[in-house]
């Protein structure tokens, strides 16, 4: 960038900025219609603001507004929830960039409008969103985010793991959460703030303990019962009917008209019925994905050493997602990867969390601001 | 549909068709552009015709243009070719159904122009696609042709496995071949034409042996290895090097970012190079992706009884596609699944193609017309 285009930038931003002071309210940061609500409402609503706190996963986001109160954090669960949202996929990997830039903006703009608030109120954001991976994904999505808020609010872009674990923990960062709905992840942090990920790197880099991964092997296993190559299964009646299709060579068809991954994690509960039932190939499918999804906790654990040395120590584990929670029959896919963790690890303490992880999200916009502020004012 | 629309739409066609008698070169029946070639040539270019085989794969798709000479079917090789064309992924599970129909059409329109023929000249057209794989998929693929050709031209449709077979058997369509490149298929026909596959269903549904299987396991031990989940791997920098990376999270990003499936596949070499070196990670893919092709030639010969019921009867085994015709130092995958199956069946004949599968495409075609025009005139 030339000097003189730094300048004029820098100039409009100022501009930008005066608008900002002048009438945050009627700004349009970027969508003109998804902001429209904002219009009919007066010039500041006041008040200690709200907070917002979104849980973007590869099937759904929610977003949550809550009140931005100077309780004490042990306080924190009697914070009210002043309106919540939900929209589709906000996986950026999944539906690409616009999509999910775009429903990430719908969803909080639904939130807010919902209450009664409106941009100018919020106080801090907190978006964990499947997908980020990396540092600039982090950026990235803190740059839309920059487009959409008023500069004074503070933006916090973290994986969708980490609020799952805050919904089990109050809000702290300690110890591991095990997602397993459509995509799994296990993820953890130490007192101190080390970090580590296990899995969670979607379809093509092997996550068989997922929703979509259970449900891939399931349809796999219906194609090579079809051409000879494996054991014939109850799946295939069980699949095809719960699909209205009517050989197996249309699941083929079936399976790439429509890329979306959730669609096929949908299927998990056929693949359970079948196991249940006592077919063998479906229940191998589940024994394999209890055991990626125990691997993937012990890998986390074992690099942050949650354990302790002794490996006796005792670590909260959240476990959260659609996968872990099916409380079928006879096979309970959550309790059986809690059977095989608790092997390795006598000291882990299973949490499933109360509240769903965009109540998680705005307890870490919470804890960040505060410590944010503490941290200015100290 | 009313009788009446019927009725119009009935005159129509017979228009159409009455402009086609009139000036067949001029007409445009779909892409104005693609054919605008058409416009500089004569109203008629008479002769014999000539024919048009297409090998429509996930990687690249070959057309090839030949006379129609009524040649007995043992000359069929000296057939000599008059043009040949290259165009993208023509598979419409990958690319969607609008990039498969533009690449067919361009690639055809291509080859004509390029041996100064057009359309009133083709006799026949035979496709072989991969992604073919129930009738309405071919019901389909046969709509786009007749919107393009005039209704006197001979349309086939198939798999591309077929065309592959075809090249190794001359055209005769009797035994099995494996192809084994972006995707995996084994496909078979009996004398009698019975026919059966087993594998083809892409990356979703299990296809573990072909490019993309391969590289994606690879991937996902590269993940593995970084999370902790499994053994560290050499394939971890011999990848990140070839795709430029600097660590393990941005694979993810970067397997994301495209979803072809060809750009995937293109690693297989560095996966062959590691086992080469030694690494167990990638010989263990290798192996594994030996069994899987292995599989799928078994499933298919035993179904179709092509070994014969002592299992000793002598067939034809046509291999093709990148997997297989890589002549590595130490790990040749080809010979290796070769190895396998002449376990299973003595009597197997390993053909390796001279020609490509879209010469085997247009060797169907004069078959197929052949065979039509006889049983018109016997």
């Known amino acids: ?10 100039k409009e931003k100022e501009k930008e ?9 009627m700004k349009r940061y970027r969508n003109g219609e998804i902001w429209e609500f904002e219009d009919d409402m007066g010039v500041s609503d006041g008040g200690t603001g709200v907070l917002l706190g979104l849980d973007g996963g ?11 109160v100077p309780f004490s954090h042990s306080q924190l669960q009697s914070l009210p929830i002043l309106a919540r949202a939900v929209a589709g996929c906000s996986n950026h990997n999944s539906v690409g960039e616009i999509a999910a830039r775009e429903t990430i903006e719908q969803v909080m703009a639904d939130a807010l409008s919902k209450c009664g608030s409106k941009r100018s109120a919020v106080r801090a954001v907190c978006l964990a969103v499947s997908g980020v991976n990396q540092p600039t994904d982090q950026q990235r999505i803190l740059g839309w985010l920059s487009d959409i808020f008023p500069s004074h609010v503070r933006l916090y872009v973290r994986n969708d ?6 919904s089990g923990t109050m809000g702290k960062l300690h110890g591991c959460v095990l997602i397993a709905g459509t995509g799994s992840i296990a993820y953890g942090f130490t007192e101190d703030g080390k970090e580590a990920r296990a899995a969670g790197a979607g379809p093509v880099l092997g996550d068989w303990g997922s929703g979509y991964g259970i449900a891939a092997q399931a349809l796999t296993a219906v194609v090579r019962a079809h051409d000879g190559r494996g054991p014939s299964t109850m799946l295939t009646s069980s699949i095809l009917q719960s699909l209205g299709l009517s050989s197996a060579e249309e699941l083929i068809g079936w399976t790439y008209a429509d890329p979306s991954w959730a669609r096929i994690a949908a299927l998990v509960p056929v693949v359970v019925t079948c196991a249940e039932a006592g077919d063998e190939v479906a229940n191998k499918i589940l024994l394999e ?32 997602g659609g996968v872990l929670e099916a409380n079928r029959r006879r096979w309970d896919i959550g309790k059986e990867v809690m059977n095989c963790i608790s092997k390795y690890f006598p000291g882990v303490i299973p949490i499933r969390p109360k509240v769903e992880p965009a109540v998680g999200a705005a307890w870490l916009a919470w804890n960040f601001f505060m410590k944010d502020y503490q941290k200015a004012y100290a």
């Open 58 to 68: 590869t099937t759904s986001t929610v977003c949550i507004c809550m009140p931005m």
């Open 1 to 10: 960038m030339t000097p003189e285009k730094e300048k004029e930038k820098e």
């Open 161 to 166: 793991a980490v609020a799952a674990l805050a």
């Open 289 to 320: 994905s209890v055991q990626e999804l125990a691997s993937s906790v012990k890998a986390v654990v074992e690099r942050l050493g949650l354990c302790g040395q002794d490996g006796n120590s005792a670590f909260p584990l959240v476990m959260v």
């Open 17 to 25: 900025e005066d608008q900002v002071v002048l009438d945050a309210g």
